[in-house]
């Protein structure tokens, strides 16, 4: 059990250092460049890292992993790309037999090791960045610049995140301390003390749809570094992102002289249900989930036996009072509602405005002038098709559609949404955002969260109304963001006791180039683990502390 | 929501600064001297502290707080003390009620200032601590000396533990950061944050009989300090040592100018169940429980809006293998076994020996000759009555009696169970350790818990058979504690694999003056979380990080 570090830990000992000193300031600080420019990537990465992408394409996607049974082949493509890409769909029973057998050298190689064959992972991930950030692009429906850098730079950064703070709970008592306790006139009392890093059990990854790689790396690299063998069981629909991230997690494993079944996929047939079988299996300790309220409910109240991280679903908020910048305010709320077409847990959807208007830089806005600046900015950003795509991607499943069908008739439509041809790609399924009116009673319909591409702005007697509003419906239903325009400090910081005891982020007059639905790793916190969205953040020490225990043993000092 | 600390902060700044130290090295460090000495604490602090003892006797407890009904007084001195203490008997509605109202001042007062008042209420216990002493032995039945050290200086340490872990977790990122990203040739975006801490809500503890503040203590402090109301609920035999906990508490808080519903009694009735009546109420985000398994997983299973931190019941166990000094660790086990008669969560109970013996300094011992080495040991602790009273105290409940009588014919009775005359309490209820001998296949015997002063000695095939035993026990049933005595650094290695593998701490060849039933604070960690006799640690990350949640919020830095 003594801990020799593997080379790799020598070779990220920097990017480890300058991550731990990011998670104590939490400035600005990101490890992998967001631009894919070829000035930053070189002229050939984007070309090659798609030819790689097209090389899984209608075939078997490679990956050595125990129990295979058959191939699976679920994905669809919202720009109606044609994948077919056939994943391994293996026995469960074999798969934990796998992981659980790949523990104990693994939890033995101690956390250097362990964040050095972590690190290892990302650099091999970050060269492959193009080719993960086509399938995500394919895959989530998101235009491929967002695709880059939520897919790609800004999920590996989330998981540098997460394994500084592995990193640093792990190391925050040393491996062996000297206890010495004085005994009156004899000698004192001498012991030396072994503190063992020990992991929970089989990590069980859930990815989504919208954001197979952001979302799932935290979890994925909080649980690998400590120790867990992880299961990654990704959407059917976003398996790609996440069969290519196994696949390179095995292969640095392997050649660092791990059983890759530290990392396994976990890809499931239409129906079957696996997250659920997976989920209860007694070798399952951790879960780590995306997803809906229904189901990580479920999760949390039926997989009992382990520790369940959830992010859910919430209804996010903004409270417009004032603002010194109506036009700044406008674009801001304008493209966050744009952005995916609205599909990020993080796109507000309330937008609470008082009924008689608010004072602005260009004098009194009335409600309906108001929602009409806002209409009008994502109606500017999406006017013209080939520029509306960059922004909004295509959409991801039939629910949104029905959705938009379904709300259209629900309050007075302030902008409508429309399809787009998409200029690339025929097949691909494209809305612009819809903005309804509604009135402070419509509880029943603002109250729940409708995913996608859709936002109310409610009339309410004043931001005083709109507070108790915005309390009410986070505490009950949660939400992942909140955001406030006020020209008045007062209001401000009403709003900020506001979301402090409703337990969500708050964004204050945004009107730059910084948007309620986007967090910066290693500054802003995603989630809280405060309001019903999820039970956890990402990414802090309650992450990841309870991921793994501390077990000593003690010896008389020899 | 500024936090200017309170002057109190600044007072104890040197004592928490020290305690952080002491849980990054977790080498020795103590707070609190353990000696009950005058010529430590002074010659009248003993008498001044049992007079105030006595001064709660057969009187109404004095304690304000709301919301009470009617008084109660359900304690019964293992001694045979009378008691006749009366505590209010309050309203569930109501304390949760205060409970809450007293939450957000509390909260927005800060890190700094949580810290002060609480290592301030430490003070005002320490300065009260034979008084505490006398209220844990005469409800625990732990004799004086280990009622003052385990009840009063060992569970102010823990107290401090916890709050150091608490700071650390709360400070680990600035209050503000300042965020610039480049962008480009333009100006850099520019954002301040502010980062809250933010308490889950009203936490719910729940003491035991045996060691009422010893283990009530790191839960309550780390549940204040983080910013949660704290609702004490005793176990009706012991609920004095933490009504005086809650009322120093209460005094300490308001004199600095909190709400002193901060921290509040629930003393219940015969036989009412308020400890779930109280876990299931909505306002309570936290439960801390020490107790049966039985209604540990009841709360793990059922209070599901809360967290919930449980140390239950387990079956610890010694491998003997080999020893190079069988004096000593016939001596060592012997105490182990007799102080406090074996009612500690840490006493041995199955003590595993190859049934062909053991090599020992003295030779070679049969198994007849350990087992009778041991027993040996024991009965001379408790030859002498005024002497052994001194270790093993009273016997707590029925329930201690019923199985020393039921044991006695499970097997051949190495060392019979002796009542014993307290010298000086006439009605105390005193009994001797019992050490039964069994053969491995009496597992439905030894592999439960025999909470008293009953012991296994347990004949096996081999040291690779105890250990086997050990893991298969401490995986079903969990254990607090394990050691192993051997001579061969690889039997002590093996031995070390299967306590990791298990999940539970080990101590190595313990001869001398450390005891496998004793953890030093801010050193040994006092169970795992990672076997079934508990879900958490005292005291590491893992126990304080998810008692709180950090709320952000970020505005244009001006």
Redesign the interface.
């Known amino acids: 059990?003594t801990e020799t570090p593997h080379p790799l830990y020598a070779k990220h000992a920097d990017t480890l250092a300058k991550a731990l000193t990011a998670?104590?300031?939490?400035?600005?600080w990101s490890a992998y460049p967001e631009s894919p420019s070829p000035r930053v990537y070189g002229e050939t990465a984007a070309a090659e890292g798609e030819a790689a992408f097209r090389s899984y394409l209608d075939a078997d996607f490679p990956l050595d992993q125990p129990g295979t049974r058959d191939r699976v082949a679920t994905e669809a493509s919202p720009f109606g790309l044609p994948l077919g890409v056939r994943y391994p769909h293996a026995d469960p029973d074999e798969l934990m037999a796998a992981a659980t057998a790949a523990l104990?050298a693994w939890?033995d190689a101690g956390p250097q090791t362990r964040l050095g064959v972590c690190l290892e992972i990302l650099a091999r991930l970050h060269a492959n960045v193009f080719e993960l950030a086509n399938a995500v692009h394919a895959t989530s429906g998101q235009a491929f610049v967002m695709a880059f850098q939520a897919g790609g730079a800004h999920a590996l950064d989330r998981a540098l995140e997460a394994l500084a703070y592995a990193y640093?709970?792990m190391t925050?008592?040393?491996g062996t301390?000297?206890?010495?306790?004085p005994?009156g006139k004899g000698d004192p009392?001498r012991?030396t003390?072994?503190?063992?890093v020990?992991p929970?059990g089989v990590a069980l990854v859930v990815g989504c749809n919208t954001f197979p790689t952001w979302n799932s790396y935290p979890g994925l690299f909080a649980s690998l570094a400590t120790g867990n063998p992880v299961v990654v069981k990704p959407h059917p629909r976003a398996v790609l992102p996440l069969a290519i991230t196994v696949r390179y997690a095995r292969e640095v494993l392997a050649e660092a002289g791990f059983d890759p079944n530290l990392v396994l996929l976990a890809a499931e047939a239409p129906d079957e249900g696996l997250a659920s079988t997976l989920a209860l299996r007694s070798e399952v300790r951790i879960v780590d989930f995306t997803g809906s309220t229904e189901y990580g409910d479920w999760l949390?109240?039926n997989a009992?036996q382990a520790v369940v991280y959830t992010e859910k679903a919430g209804v996010n908020a903004i409270v417009v009072d004032s603002t010194d910048d109506f036009a700044g305010m406008c674009r801001n709320i304008g493209f966050s509602l744009t952005l995916y077409s609205g599909q990020m847990c993080t796109t507000p959807q309330n937008i609470l405005v008082p009924a008689d208007g608010i004072s602005t830089d260009q004098g009194h806005k009335s409600f309906d002038e108001v929602a009409a600046g806002i209409a009008g900015s994502v109606a500017k950003l999406t006017g013209d098709p080939a520029r509306a795509v960059e922004f909004t991607g295509a959409i991801v499943n039939e629910g949104v559609l029905a959705r938009l069908d379904e709300v259209a008739g629900l309050g007075e439509v302030v902008l409508a949404s429309r399809a787009i041809e998409h200029p690339t790609y025929e097949q691909a399924v494209v809305r612009t955002p819809t903005i309804v009116k509604l009135g402070a009673d419509a509880a029943q319909t603002y109250g729940r969260e409708w995913f996608g591409p859709i936002s109310f702005v409610i009339a309410t007697d004043s931001t005083d109304h709109s507070l108790r509003i915005f309390r009410d419906t986070v505490g009950e239903r949660g939400a992942l963001t909140a955001a406030v325009y006020a020209a008045d400090e007062k209001v401000?910081?009403a709003a900020?006791?506001a979301?402090?005891?409703a337990?969500?982020?708050?964004?204050?007059?945004?009107?730059?180039?910084?948007f309620v639905n986007q967090s910066?790793a290693f500054?802003?916190?995603h989630a809280?683990?405060?309001n019903p969205a999820a039970n956890a953040?990402l990414t802090?020490?309650?992450y990841v502390?309870?991921r793994f225990?501390?077990?000593?043993?003690?010896?008389?000092t020899a």
């Not at 301390?177 to 306790?181: H, I, M, N, T």
């Not at 003390?193 to 063992?196: G, I, L, N």
């Open positions: 059990m998670i104590t300031e939490r400035g600005y104990p939890r640093a709970e925050r008592h040393p301390a000297e206890w010495e306790k005994a009392l012991m003390k072994t503190f063992h020990v929970r949390e109240a009992r401000l910081d900020e006791a979301a402090v005891d337990g969500v982020h708050l964004s204050c007059n945004l009107t730059g180039g910084v910066a500054s802003d916190f809280s683990g405060a953040a802090d020490g309650a502390a309870s225990r501390i077990v000593q043993s003690r010896r008389h």
